[in-house]
């Protein structure tokens, strides 16, 4: 059984600002991390690797060099191995060029695997259009928001309990296939010190775009089919009025009067 | 152009068994394409050698122009015996309505379902010009597998200038299956979409949580395909139709090409609950609630007011509350006339899955709190202990004599 986890290392979002002068992003001390669904589709993994402990895990990233960092937590939480896809040819990449990228490298670097693991949406881009991307041109079946696997007929088949509109569902495929993973029962687990010390033993390969067999003008910006015109800042709304409620009884005064000249009661 | 690799072809009638278009026949042990074939990818998907292969080269640009119409995917929810088209379908085609005018072309929804589909009369008082239906006994439910090869293939035979799907779930799933499939360029989660002086569909979304937006332009593949945020675009008053225009499209589907099958479903919501997508009253609860049992509060006062509770990320994180009931970018996006969020600092996830939301009336004992920005009313202060005191009023009033 192998299982590869693909996996984006994303800025910490909250701090990240548009400068209104230049319209661009303002990156300087935004700190990155591993996006916290590519935590919990690395959990669940793991969770896989406890039940079968002959399971090997590789964890992939296309990144700048930089997202060693993240690629170095999965490691620490308890993946086998490493592959970081980095090279300037790689840069400006949408999420067409993206995933054609990330299966190559699958095919061609990996081979064989029978399980793709990847987080449901990046909390950067939030697309969540990578992973059923990689299953289409893989020719491989996908199921989208997984909380829960099982692995049925002696690993042949897999069972992925999956969020919908209206609750769960449980859905059936035979591997290999691709599951995106959701939050669902999932925690972001701490190393500890012994994992750290350890992963710094394990395999963390870089792979350049000469490693892989497809045309250069197919990576990055080049093999893009989208293409951004613009960036601004969000219209923001003006604020209302604020009131103090230390007396909570006329605070709920004023609340009955809004809505009540609103015509909701 | 498919091509079959004859050296790994077995002949093992696979293709022929599995393509919705009698395209390919077995001669002499070997698959043969015929000029039926739609390049919908049936076959390549299901070729357990690996013999058959498409290229899709891009468009050169003189042929963009080729490519006319708007097209929306008419996607349908199960409602009592019968399949119609959701909301969003309604949005997309008040929306669509105003590009497919600014192109000077036709606007058209595309269906699938089975025997149940129902309720298409209705896109035409909704800006439809024609409904293209797809009808199928394996088509009563949305499967990825044979949603993505059905509307490739009808995309391959109509070249529409533009395809926009809802960003549900499943829309989110089966626009980049498809955008893979034909090699098209794809937008997440729109916001905002509008046809600039090229014509090119310009795609605005959020990005970075919704820190920022962004503006995106597919220029060289066609159609320009886009998932649209539901809730975000007004929808326009139904017009009387001018002509109701419903086209079949003919296909022959195996079971072989669904390669998921459901188990079971729980719905984790009760029966004829109002989801909190559709509710006009909502009141949210976050981290400032402090405990579980204090949703009891929440609850109340949401009955008080004939509407549903919803939470944020942290309380469904906290299995407070189902996923279903989720609001923000990476749960869902609400447009109630009125939102109260109580306990709520207001995270800009968050925000910007409210922002369509009528009337906004935030509780919280922070000043600071983020929520005030964009709030109507704020008051700060305790709200575990303002709540009862604002269900009391609530309650005193309404048995007031008026």
Not at chain 1, 75 to 87: K, S, T, Y
Not at chain 1, 227 to 238: A, D, G, L, W
Not at chain 2, 36 to 47: D, E, F, K, P, R
């Amino acid at each position: 059984m192998k299982i590869i986890v693909c996996i984006k290392q994303v800025p910490e979002i909250a701090d990240v600002q548009i400068d209104p002068e230049t319209g661009t992003l303002i990156r300087e001390g935004v700190d990155s991390i591993l996006n916290p669904f590519c935590e919990y589709a690395v959990e669940m993994a793991l969770r896989i690797k406890r039940q079968h402990p002959e399971t090997e895990t590789v964890a992939m990233s296309m990144g700048p060099f930089q997202a060693k960092a993240a690629l170095m937590r999965c490691l620490e939480m308890g993946i086998d191995r490493a592959v970081l896809l980095a090279d300037k040819k790689f840069a400006g990449a949408d999420t067409w060029a993206t995933a054609l990228t990330l299966a190559e490298a699958i095919r061609t670097i990996e081979g064989r695997f029978d399980l793709i693991l990847v987080g449901k949406q990046a909390i950067d881009g939030d697309t969540a259009q990578v992973g059923p991307e990689i299953s289409e041109i893989l020719g491989i079946p996908e199921i989208i928001y997984g909380v829960g696997l099982e692995l049925r007929n002696n690993k042949k088949k897999i069972r992925v309990t999956r969020e919908i509109e209206t609750g769960n569902e449980i859905v059936e495929t035979k591997l290999p296939c691709l599951v995106s993973v959701s939050k669902g029962p999932m925690i972001r687990s701490i190393s500890s010190f012994q994992e750290i010390l350890d992963a710094r033993n394990k395999e963390l390969r870089l792979v350049t775009a000469d490693d892989l067999t497809i045309d250069a003008h197919k990576l990055g910006l080049k093999g893009s089919f989208t293409q951004v015109v613009k960036i601004f800042p969000p219209r923001v709304k003006k604020q209302g009025e604020i009131f103090d409620g230390s007396d909570a009884q006329a605070a709920a005064h004023k609340l009955t009067d809004l809505l009540s000249s609103r015509r909701f009661i | 152009m498919l091509t079959v690799d004859r050296d790994k072809c077995t002949g093992c009638n696979i293709c022929e068994k599995v393509c919705p278009f009698g395209a390919i026949v077995v001669v002499d042990g070997k698959a043969q394409v015929q000029d039926t074939c739609t390049l919908c990818g049936a076959c390549v998907t299901s070729c357990p050698v690996g013999a058959l292969s498409i290229e899709r080269g891009q468009i050169p640009l003189d042929e963009l122009g080729a490519f006319s119409g708007v097209f929306v995917w008419g996607e349908c929810e199960h409602r009592a015996e019968t399949l119609i088209p959701k909301k969003v379908v309604k949005e997309l085609l008040s929306q669509g309505r105003l590009l497919a005018d600014k192109l000077r072309q036709d606007l058209t929804v595309i269906t699938l379902g089975d025997h149940r589909l129902t309720g298409l009369d209705s896109l035409f008082a909704h800006g439809a010009d024609r409904v293209i239906r797809c009808q199928h006994k394996l088509l009563g439910r949305y499967e990825p597998d044979s949603f993505t090869l059905v509307i490739s293939a009808i995309i391959t035979k109509y070249m529409p200038a533009v395809f926009l799907f809802g960003a549900t779930p499943n829309g989110r799933e089966l626009a980049p299956r498809i955008a893979a499939r034909l090699r098209l360029g794809l937008t997440a989660d729109c916001t905002g979409l509008d046809i600039d002086e090229d014509g090119q569909l310009v795609q605005t979304r959020p990005a970075f949580g919704g820190n920022i937006m962004a503006s995106i332009v597919s220029p060289f593949t066609r159609p320009q395909m886009a998932t649209v945020r539901p809730n975000v675009f007004p929808l326009a008053q139904p017009n009387k139709p001018k002509k109701i225009r419903i086209q079949d499209f003919q296909i022959s589907l195996s079971k072989a090409l669904i390669r998921t099958k459901k188990v079971a479903t729980h719905r984790l919501e009760a029966d004829g609950e109002a989801s909190i997508e559709e509710a006009d009253v909502i009141v949210s609860a976050g981290r400032g609630c402090a405990n579980k049992e204090n949703l009891s509060l929440i609850q109340e006062l949401a009955s008080a007011l004939g509407g549903v509770v919803a939470g944020s990320r942290a309380i469904v994180e906290l299995d407070w509350l189902p996923h279903t009931k989720q609001v923000g970018q990476s749960g869902l996006t609400v447009a109630p006339q009125l939102y109260i969020a109580i306990g709520i600092s207001g995270a800009i996830q968050h925000l910007v899955g409210i922002s369509s939301a009528r009337t906004i009336i935030a509780i919280n004992n922070d000043p600071e709190a983020p929520i005030f920005k964009v709030a109507d009313l704020g008051i700060v202060g305790d709200a575990l202990e303002i709540l009862p005191a604002f269900i009391r009023e609530l309650k005193n009033r309404s048995s007031a004599p008026k």
